[in-house]
């Protein structure tokens, strides 16, 4: 017999406002940053060009800004609260990208559940999430609003 998948996210029911959730850490590496550039054909010398960057303001390459929200994204799912439960990434608002992430450093994010729009019609609703992405030294390197349609409790059978 063959078991039927079971979410192990949160419902949409099961988010309240206020509530904080904060992801591990994860190390961007240079494998990360030359498999970003290769995947998405941004080869920009700040992110490619040693010997470019020790003259320019940062003095080293930086990894790319959707590389990291990118890899934000990924933390925030393997915590397990939208694992079978997200139906779609709807939105990011207001998005600010505040101090550069180089190689080498780690990256962790820290979300709050801001709002929760009941979207019946599309099976779940909306939650609104104020995402900070912070760097080791604790500085914000990211930041903005995610809105992910999630699905509703499924009705008892």
């Known amino acids: 017999m063959t078991e039927a998948y079971q979410p192990r996210g949160l419902y949409f029911e099961d988010f309240e406002i206020g509530q904080k959730i904060v ?3 994860r190390t961007i590496t240079e494998a990360d940053v030359v498999n970003f ?3 998405s054909g941004d080869f920009n010398p700040m992110h490619t ?3 470019y960057m020790k003259g320019h303001m940062f003095g080293q390459r930086v990894a790319h800004g959707l590389l990291v929200l990118s890899v934000a994204s990924g933390l925030a799912y393997q915590l397990g609260i939208i694992d079978g439960t997200v139906l779609a990434f709807r ?4 998005w600010k990208f505040s101090t550069p992430t180089l190689i080498g450093d780690t990256v962790r994010v820290e979300l709050e559940v801001t709002e ?3 979207a019946a019609r599309l099976g779940g609703g909306v939650v609104s999430l104020k995402a900070r992405i912070f760097n080791q030294k604790d500085e914000v390197c990211q ?5 992910m349609l999630i699905a509703s409790r499924p009705a008892p059978a």
């Open 23 to 25: 992801t591990q850490g």
């Open 37 to 39: 550039a290769g995947v």
């Open 49 to 51: 060009n040693a010997e």
């Open 91 to 94: 939105e990011i608002d207001e």
């Open 116 to 118: 929760l729009k009941p």
């Open 143 to 147: 930041r903005g609003t995610w809105k």
